[in-house]
């Protein structure tokens, strides 16, 4: 393939803001190619006098209003309810909240890491035990668990380090906030979080450190007898359990947000949908006619560069062109396709595979599996990724089909209407959907389903209490 062609086909599958980064390095590196400037307008003078003295009345008006505001003596005139003096008054007055740049307003969530930090920092940690407590922290996890041995922190550490300091170092950080922080376990976590908290019920101590497994999966009944309770008194241990935080480090920041910008917008208009591809950011661009029309090779190295880059130039603007159009024609076909889904919802998305797709608009299958690729449509019923419309067939009684994400979000729907005490068995919810849908589904299909969507079966689902 020519380089053309492959920065063609590259232009395809990269997403919006990709797209947007790529644009602005050839616009660095290409002298020929610049960007149309969309907010030139025209700048000649009004000649309706009318107008010109509206505007000199609104102009000499609002500079009075400033003079008033500037020289009017406000802590007199609001007595007791000023907050601020005339100084402080007068550099607000002088620089407006407008001026301040968008970063200078934000903030960013404290992260787990520069928490506890400035935490050992104010506490009595040694220069020997910082530099310990610094490589724990640093080997934390998301959810603030230690992702590392003692004797891997050791290796991690210069010179000779005894275990013994390191496991000390450890129990301290433990008993920072957020208190079980840096534990290796579920059960170390939660019994530090008690100990702090005075409670040191045997029962409890017991329950946590050595049935967490029987308490997870609701084997109630043999720990009542072991420990010779009822079951409103192990509810009540349980309620205190679940007081504790098993995740320390979830609440704290761990990194950038990651925002969706969609490159599609589809909106009802009547009976029809309008499709509008998102151009907001884009680059606009043009040949530089200065440098075209004026500079003049000298040598033919200089031509041939002069002339590379202006191909290029043409070819990246003809490729931009491609990409959009390629896009609106996918995201037109995918409308007609799923229509059904754009009126009622995720319940109603159909089968579609990229080969008819592919046929509906004239293109070779690839081409529509790279437009498709990280990019986003912006519909009534929320943002999607274009790959979420291609799914997958079942096949009903009547010898029609449904896509396996309609089944997805019945599945969901059922067990988020279902009865927490009696929850619903995969078998049952196949049933169900049979009697809804008349679609042939096994009980296999549905937990591969529901495991898909991180749902736990009905054995962990149902509540006792």
């Known amino acids: 393939m020519t380089p053309q062609l492959q920065q063609a086909i590259k232009l395809l599958q ?4 990709e797209l947007v980064e790529s644009i602005q390095q050839e616009l660095m590196e290409n002298p020929f190619l610049e960007e149309l400037d969309a907010d030139v307008v025209d700048t000649a003078p009004s000649t309706d006098t009318l107008d010109d003295y509206e505007g000199a009345h609104n102009t000499a008006e609002s500079q009075a209003n400033e003079e008033i505001m500037r020289n009017a003596d406000w802590e007199n005139y609001l007595g007791e309810f000023s907050s601020v003096t005339k100084q402080s008054l007068g550099r607000e007055l002088e620089v407006p909240e407008e001026g301040l740049s968008l970063e200078a307003r934000l903030t960013s969530r404290p992260s787990l ?15 020997a035990e910082l530099e310990i407590a610094d490589v724990i922290v640093g080997n934390l996890d998301s959810r603030g668990y ?47 979080q008690m ?66 910008s969609p490159d599609v917008f589809v909106f009802k208009n009547g009976e029809d949908f309008v499709i509008v591809l998102n151009e907001d950011g884009m680059p606009r661009l043009q040949l530089n006619s200065f440098y075209v029309e004026n500079i003049k090779a000298k040598t ?11 191909r290029s130039a043409e ?63 912006a519909t009534p019923h929320g943002i999607y990724e274009l790959k979420f419309f291609f ?3 079942l096949d009903l009684d009547d010898g029609t089909q449904v896509g396996s994400e309609s089944v997805k979000a019945l599945i969901k729907q059922l ?51």
Request: charged share 30%.
């Open 14 to 17: 990269l997403s919006r803001l």
């Open 415 to 465: 067990i988020g209407d279902e009865n927490d005490k009696r929850p619903l068995s995969d078998e049952q919810i196949g049933e169900i959907l049979k009697q809804k849908l008349e679609v042939n589904i096994a009980r296999r299909t549905v937990a591969k389903y529901r495991t898909a969507m991180n749902i736990e079966s009905s054995s962990k689902r149902k509540q006792i209490f």
């Open 195 to 260: 100990e702090v908290l005075g409670l040191d019920d045997p029962i409890l101590v017991s329950l946590v450190r050595d049935h967490l497994e029987d308490l997870e999966k609701h084997r109630y009944k043999p720990l009542t007898k072991k420990f010779k309770i009822s079951m409103e008194g192990l509810k009540e241990y349980l309620d205190l359990i679940q007081t504790l935080e098993p995740m320390p480090g979830a609440n704290f920041f761990s990194g950038e947000p990651q925002y969706v």
């Open 315 to 377: 070819w990246l603007m003809k490729s931009l062109y491609q990409r959009q159009r390629t896009l609106y024609k996918v995201m037109e076909s995918i409308v007609r396709f799923q229509r059904e889904f754009f009126e009622d919802g995720v319940t109603r998305l159909r089968p579609l595979i990229l080969k008819e797709v592919a046929e509906d608009i004239g293109m070779h299958e690839s081409t529509v599996s790279r437009i498709t690729t990280s990019k986003y449509v």
């Open 146 to 192: 230690l992702q590392a041995s003692v004797e891997d922190l050791q290796t991690l550490l210069p010179g000779v380090v005894s275990a013994e300091a390191v496991e000390s170092v450890i129990r301290r950080i433990q008993r920072l906030d957020p208190v079980g922080v840096a534990a290796r376990t579920v059960q170390e976590c939660l019994l530090v």
């Open 391 to 393: 799914n997958s067939a």
């Open 300 to 310: 033919s190295t200089e031509k041939d560069y002069f002339q590379d880059k202006i």
């Open 113 to 127: 890491e520069g928490h506890l930090t400035w935490q050992m920092r104010l506490s009595r940690f040694s220069a």
